[in-house]
């Protein structure tokens, strides 16, 4: 399995601050009857640009795991 950061955006909190959003996602090494060395995309995380932990709610809506802030797309 490998991490890779694949996409990164800015958000925006209540209080008008920008944060930075990093999406990571899984890579899983698979074996296919074609290709002995497949690699199949598995789960997606996200985390502020310090690190904190963010879940994916819905329709560009980010909430920082820790503090319970929401967060909106920009």
């Not at 800015?10 to 009857?33: C, H, N, V, W």
Request: no cysteine; charged share 30%.
């Amino acid at each position: 399995m490998r991490i890779k950061k694949t996409n990164e955006f800015k958000t925006q909190s209540p209080d008008g601050k920008t944060i930075m959003i990093y999406e990571f996602t899984e890579f899983l090494d698979a074996r296919g009857f074609k290709n002995l060395n497949e690699r199949v995309e598995g789960l997606k995380s996200f985390q502020t640009a310090d690190g904190k932990y963010v879940n994916f709610i819905g329709e560009g809506e980010y909430k920082i795991v820790e503090t319970g802030v929401i967060l909106r797309q920009v």
